[in-house]
């Protein structure tokens, strides 16, 4: 069923092995789906056509609005046949569900050993496991499984709580953190404040979710260095989602997340949905190989990002994507001037006495988009920070967003709240 060797076959080999897959997968979904029999019945598609990747490109995409509106309709098995419910985290919209049968359990846990041992991953490592594994989140439980799978241990202790983290770490001396990597960053604040000797502990590496920690042109951003500057470890990102059952991990290179093409067909297209070529950014459309409980196929993620496919010295010919730019629903019209979230993030991570923020998107009285930050800090002489920040917005961006300070201890509030899974630094308010 799985053929991690594939990855590192030629790439017109690869090819080869995921249009052979592609026409299984959409045989079974013909078969199974009632959502895409439907759609290839409403199409007038034959899929025996459908022989190239390219060939792809005469099927309707999916959205995360058809999941929402037929979710029920994308299973392809008898709920007896079910294992685990998980759902989305409901970043760009409500919360989706998703049904995942044994053998996507086994697909699941696959992945992420072969994404770790990308990392560098072998047997006998600890990893503390620093999300959470409850609330339907799919992330946390692959994790949990991959690691077990690829010969490794676990301890599973959850997200937040710093003084928690350092006693699990001083205990029983995990050789890895599996976090979202802002938290590292709290992980070593407490650590300062109560005399830890963090840089001689046992955590050699992080596995990183939920936030980029490089640039487009793979070097570090100021996250990034912010964290290594502190604590030398090696970090490695990692970029998933509910709906791929997919990771794309770095390897030691750090030169973009690798693809796994015995699980997933990616392709990049542009705001019309047409196929962009490699090396453009575009929106990430994927389609499932080897999902038996709810396929999919392409996609749209509404994460925009772009493909690397020169060769990386680590010896696999898989294409790579990109750092995410960001999410497509996100993107921000700010004076005239495009940006995403990510970009602000940046910035503002490179400030030493900003040490936490919330970026809030509305509309105005004029119809457009208008931008509030707020910041928390420990410094007092306000009308100096606001001069600073927004000569600093202007000078890399052109633009300033209104800028408004609020409690340190508030904003964390907000940025991570009981219900949520993962910390959210943007709020869209727009109608």
Known sequence: MFSPEIEFQPADVIKKYQEKKMQEMLQYMNAKSPYYKKVFA???IDISKIRTLEDLS???CTTKQDLQL??????????????DYVCTSGTLSAPTTFALTVKDLERLAYNEQIAFECAGGHPGEIYQLMTTIDKGFMAGLAYFMGVIKMGSSVIRVGNGIPELQWDTINRLNPTGIICVPSFITRL????????????????????CIGENLRNQDFTLNQLGKKITEKWPIELFSTYASTEMGHSFTECKYGHG???????????????NGNVLPVGETGELTITSLGVEGMPLLRFRTGDITSFHTEPCPCGRNTMRVSPLVGRKNHMIKLKGTTLYPATL???????PYVVNYLVEV???????DSVKVFIGSKRTDKANMVKELKDMFR?????????????????????????????????????
């Open 58 to 60: 005469y099927i309707p």
């Open 345 to 351: 993030f940046e910035l503002l991570d490179n400030v």
């Open 362 to 368: 509305y509309t105005n009285d004029l119809g457009t």
């Open 257 to 271: 997340g690798h693809h796994h093409p015995d699980l997933l067909i990616c392709e990049i297209l542009d705001d």
């Open 395 to 431: 000078a890399k961006i052109r633009v300033t967003p209104d800028i408004e300070f609020e409690d340190i201890d508030h904003i964390a509030a907000i940025q991570m709240p009981p219900a949520k899974r993962k910390p959210n630094k943007f709020i869209d308010k727009r109608s």
């Open 42 to 44: 409403d199409n007038h």
């Open 188 to 207: 070593i604040q407490y650590a300062e404040e109560h005399g830890i000797d963090y840089r001689n502990s046992s955590v050699k590496k992080a596995i």
């Open 70 to 83: 037929h979710n029920q309709d994308f299973l392809c098995v008898p709920k007896e046949q079910i294992a």
